[in-house]
């Protein structure tokens, strides 16, 4: 997890949580009476019944707001925290980093007494639903291929879990790899490149020839003729999936 300590220098910028997505997440902690955060980066999408958050960049932790709730250096696979320890353990957009998928998600489970939820991607419908990494930056796609963790997988470690599409706003304030699906010229944007782990770890130079043709094709008004069909659209499921596993 020390590539957060590079990628997380502007997180807090351009990973803004979205109400939306919030309300989703929140919706499905349900009446957890309190809540712990691990690969809690900088504090997105907790609730005010967090008790802990778990983080393994201080770069990260750095960037959480004031106010937020007390923070723990550490990684999912040794959670530093006794058995049962809160109601509802959440993890949202972060297994696809850990070392040990079996052994953080074991570790979900035994922090957790009621419930885990997992934010994570369907890479296959990604990959096919998703413009920006079918048409322009395969090389990013090929990236995701090496880390991402089917929805089947996650289900089964967690000893089964119901899986929710969530889809993503035209206007989502949370700049992850999709975020900006009717806002192309964003991904032209260094900063919002360097906020999305997909790109800003694919590299520059792999993704030079692909940002060169959308800002072609940008300019010349062949991407919003190719993709009008998005520009009637609210949101999109390009993939992204919330598992909750009760227990």
């Known amino acids: 997890?020390?590539?957060y300590d590079t990628l997380g220098t502007t997180y807090a910028r351009t990973r803004r949580p979205d109400t939306r997505i919030a309300a989703r997440i929140h919706a499905a902690l349900g009446d957890a009476t309190d809540v712990i955060n691990v690969g809690a980066g900088t504090g997105s999408y907790e609730p005010a019944r967090t008790i802990l958050a778990v983080e393994p960049s201080r770069i990260m932790l750095a960037q959480r707001p004031r106010g937020a709730a007390p923070a723990v250096c550490a990684v999912a696979?040794?959670?530093p925290l006794r058995d049962g320890a809160a109601d509802a353990v959440m993890a949202l957009l972060t297994v696809h980093h850990w070392s040990?998928?079996?052994?953080?998600?074991?570790?979900?489970?035994?922090?957790?007494r009621r419930r885990v939820l997992v934010l994570t991607w369907d890479q296959q419908v990604y990959r096919e639903r998703f413009w920006?990494?079918?048409?322009?930056?395969?090389?990013?796609a090929a990236h995701d291929d090496t880390r991402a963790v089917a929805t089947e997988r996650?289900?089964?470690?967690?000893?089964?879990a119901r899986v929710e599409a969530v889809p993503v706003p035209h206007d989502c304030t949370d700049g992850f790899g999709a975020a900006y699906w009717r806002r192309p010229d964003a991904?032209?944007?260094?900063?919002?490149?360097?906020?999305?782990?997909m790109l800003a770890q694919t590299g520059e130079d792999a993704l030079a020839p692909g940002l060169a043709a959308l800002a072609d094709?940008?300019?010349s008004g062949r991407w919003h003729a190719r993709y009008a069909d998005l520009l009637a659209r609210d949101t999109v499921d390009v993939g992204y999936r919330l598992l909750v596993a009760d227990f």
Do not use: K, N
């Not at 996650?154 to 089964?160: E, F, K, R, T």
């Not at 991904?187 to 782990?197: C, E, H, T």
């Open 154 to 160: 996650l289900a089964a470690l967690l000893g089964g």
């Open 132 to 140: 920006l990494v079918r048409d322009y930056l395969p090389q990013a």
């Open 217 to 219: 094709d940008l300019t």
């Open 77 to 79: 696979e040794r959670l």
């Open 1 to 3: 997890m020390a590539v």
């Open 187 to 197: 991904y032209l944007d260094p900063q919002v490149r360097a906020g999305i782990s």
């Open 100 to 112: 040990d998928l079996a052994a953080g998600i074991a570790e979900l489970r035994r922090v957790a």
